[in-house]
């Protein structure tokens, strides 16, 4: 199993940016996925988070700001970045809880996108 991630990059602050990250492999459905980031420095820390029903929830500093998407079809996590500020830069870590029946799931980590805003 493999988590992908993929859209960090270089952005001004105000601007926006999409990530997305796609789960490959043998399991039989995905339960939560969410983005975790980690800034140079600093632990890494609680994004977004989206449930298999579409439930979402949200770090404080980012309300408003970012949208988190799934397409279950697809076995993809989305993050819609706006409003970036200089302090949303980080790596950004995509999680899956993937299901693989007989009530066991597991926990797995994207490799990390890199995003910089720059002020």
């Known amino acids: 199993v493999q988590l992908q991630a993929f859209g960090g990059g270089l952005v001004p602050a105000g601007g926006s940016l999409s990530l997305s990250c796609a789960a490959s492999?043998?399991?039989?459905?995905?339960?939560?996925m969410g983005w975790y980031r980690q800034a140079p420095g600093k632990q890494r820390e609680f994004v977004a988070i989206?449930?298999?029903?579409?439930?979402?929830n949200y770090a404080d500093s980012v309300k408003g700001r970012f949208t988190i998407s799934r397409d279950n079809a697809k076995n993809t996590v989305y993050l819609q970045m706006n409003s970036l500020k200089p302090e949303d830069t980080a790596v950004y870590y995509c999680?899956?809880?993937?299901?693989?029946?007989?009530?066991?799931?597991?926990?797995?980590w994207g490799q990390g996108t890199q995003v910089t805003v720059s002020s």
């Open positions: 999680t899956g809880n993937l299901y693989y029946g007989l009530e066991y799931s597991y926990d797995y």
């Open positions: 989206i449930t298999s029903g579409g439930s979402t």
């Open positions: 492999g043998s399991f039989l459905s995905i339960n939560a």
